[in-house]
Nanobody, 113 residues
Framework: QLQASGGGLVQAGGSLRLSCAASGINFRLVTMNWYRQAPGKGRDLVGAITSNSTTNYADSVKGRSTISRDNVRNTLYLQMNSLKPEDTAVYYC?????????WGQGTLVTVSS
């Protein structure tokens, strides 16, 4: 089970940190992903972090976002800075375990201009 939190309304240029609490999986061994879905659009990969904490990011957030993980608390994080109105979306955490996708419920981030 994945439980995302931390979304909200923020002004452009502001920051937010999203969290995703995981349970029922061997968290420290899996790659964790963040996706987002803007209104009326498809779900896009924001970035990922491997079990050894190697990260990669979509070009749209690179340099403004940091994905991290706490393997003691089984929690995934997404720190977003210099937020833009185009970052407005529902953000989802995701994990693929043996070919099966698990999704959090999503947390809404709204960036006002």
């Amino acid at each position: 089970q994945l439980q995302a939190s931390g979304g909200g309304l923020v002004q452009a240029g502001g920051s937010l940190r999203l969290s995703c609490a995981a349970s029922g999986i061997n968290f420290r061994l899996v790659t964790m992903n963040w996706y987002r879905q803007a209104p009326g659009k498809g779900r896009d990969l924001v970035g990922a972090i491997t079990s050894n904490s190697t990260t990669n990011y979509a070009d749209s957030v690179k340099g403004r976002s940091t994905i991290s993980r706490d393997n003691v608390r089984n929690t995934l994080y997404l720190q977003m800075n210099s937020l833009k109105p185009e970052d407005t979306a529902v953000y989802y955490c995701n994990v693929n375990v043996y070919g099966r996708q698990f999704w959090g419920q999503g947390t809404l981030v709204t960036v006002s201009s």
